[in-house]
């Protein structure tokens, strides 16, 4: 099946921060198995979509970047959401905000034309639990390209209008 806009938040190979009191059965794998590097290429590759918004953490930046353009994308921007929440590994800064990379193949697919510079790169909803991303990176998405085929990758639910691919729906 082909899709113009591809929409991925891969499960990235980590664990979860300190363990806290407040958890006692807490553990530091997370509730989802994880991917190396090269899976996560393989996977996104076999899409081939015409754009790419690409989740990553601040640890996984670079790479993700880099995974993209291994199968012939171009970052276009960077969107930051602030979380307005966030966890402070080894206590010195809280980590509020993820990355939303915005890669296209040439040439690229253009947006509505009704949304031509309204928006900025940064964005803000309090997140709600780990790893779940905020609606309104889909309403972003869904207004730049109303007129055209999705997926979403790694998802965890079904949405409207979009297809879903992922191992917990």
């Given at each position: 099946?082909?899709?113009d806009?591809i929409y991925?938040d891969?499960?990235?190979?980590?664990?979860?921060?300190?363990?806290?009191?407040?958890r006692?059965?807490?553990?530091?794998?997370l509730?989802y198995?994880?991917?190396s590097?090269?899976?996560?290429?393989?996977i996104?590759?076999?899409f081939?979509?015409k754009?790419l918004?690409l989740?990553s953490?601040?640890?996984?930046?670079?790479?993700?970047q880099?995974i993209?353009?291994n199968?012939?994308?171009?970052?276009h921007a960077?969107?930051?959401?602030d979380?307005?929440?966030g966890?402070?590994?080894?206590?010195t800064?809280?980590?509020?905000h993820?990355?939303?990379l915005?890669?296209?193949?040439?040439?690229?697919?253009?947006i509505?034309e009704?949304?031509?510079g309204?928006?900025?790169?940064?964005?803000?909803?309090r997140?709600?639990k780990?790893?779940?991303k905020p609606e309104?990176?889909?309403e972003i998405?869904?207004t730049l390209?109303?007129?055209?085929?999705?997926i979403?990758?790694?998802?965890?639910?079904?949405?409207d209008g979009?297809?879903?691919?992922?191992?917990?729906i």
């Amino acid at each position: 099946m082909k899709n113009d806009i591809i929409y991925a938040d891969p499960p990235w190979r980590q664990t979860k921060g300190g363990l806290r009191k407040c958890r006692p059965n807490q553990e530091r794998k997370l509730d989802y198995e994880t991917l190396s590097l090269k899976d996560i290429q393989e996977i996104i590759g076999d899409f081939n979509g015409k754009i790419l918004f690409l989740w990553s953490i601040d640890k996984f930046l670079f790479e993700a970047q880099q995974i993209a353009e291994n199968i012939g994308y171009k970052l276009h921007a960077r969107f930051i959401w602030d979380k307005m929440n966030g966890m402070a590994p080894a206590f010195t800064v809280r980590y509020s905000h993820e990355y939303l990379l915005w890669m296209y193949k040439t040439p690229m697919l253009k947006i509505a034309e009704n949304m031509r510079g309204k928006l900025t790169t940064v964005f803000q909803e309090r997140s709600k639990k780990h790893s779940q991303k905020p609606e309104i990176a889909y309403e972003i998405i869904e207004t730049l390209y109303p007129n055209t085929t999705k997926i979403e990758l790694f998802a965890r639910n079904l949405r409207d209008g979009w297809n879903s691919w992922g191992d917990e729906i």
